[in-house]
Structure formats: C-alpha cells, structure tokens
Nanobody, 115 residues
Framework: QVQVVESGGGQVQAGGSLRLSCEVSGIMYNMDAMGWYRQAPGTQRELVATIRSNGLPNYGDSVKGRFSISRVLAKNMVHLQMNNLQPEDTAIFYC?????????WGQGTQVTVSS
C-alpha cells in the first residue's frame, strides 16, 4: 500500500521559516518527479516546487529565491525549506509523487503565516 506522509507544517510569523518533509513508501514504480503544491481557500492548487529524478528543480514564481527543495537519494523523500514566509504563503501544502503510470498525493499539511 502506497503511503505519502507529509510533516513539518505549522504556524509562523511573517519572515520566519519552516521545513516540510515528504516520504513515500510502498511504491513499486520509479519516481519521475516529486514535490509540493499548495492551495489556499478559494484558489486553485498551484505549483510550489518539484524536483525531477535527474535532480533538476522547478519553482513557482512566487517562491523563487525563498524556498528550496532537496531530495534524499536513498529514499523517496523530499524536503522543502521555506524562508522569509509571508501571509500570502498561508495554504495547505500537498506532496505529489509522479510516476510514469500515475500520480500520488498526500493528505496535505497546513502552513499558516501571521503578520
């Protein structure tokens, strides 16, 4: 059974930092990409950051220069370091694991940034 486990969400003041982690287990397929999307109330889910199997990262425009994604090679695991968080970053952050055959999503972790 595939499990996508996210951790590290929480509440922080503007200018603060958080680190999200995601680990996928029970998967039989190779990873094509893995990363994070977020969704604030009343908005569509948007790209935050992903990293491909070759290590190439991709960032959403609103987080470039503030967020950094990294992966653990020995595991299906990624970390998202979020610095200089702002109230507009408040959202549920979802981990996504992409394979050739299908995508897997986590349940989401709440990030709340207060001004």
């Amino acid at each position: 059974q595939v499990q996508v486990v996210e951790s590290g969400g929480g509440q922080v003041q503007a200018g603060g930092s958080l680190r999200l982690s995601c680990e996928v287990s029970g998967i039989m397929y190779n990873m094509d990409a893995m990363g994070w999307y977020r969704q604030a109330p009343g908005t569509q889910r948007e790209l935050v950051a992903t990293i491909r199997s070759n290590g190439l990262p991709n960032y959403g425009d609103s987080v470039k220069g503030r967020f950094s994604i990294s992966r653990v090679l020995a595991k299906n695991m990624v970390h998202l370091q979020m610095n200089n968080l702002q109230p507009e970053d408040t959202a549920i952050f979802y981990c996504k694991f992409v394979t050739r055959w299908r995508d897997y999503w986590g349940q989401g972790t709440q990030v709340t940034v207060s001004s």
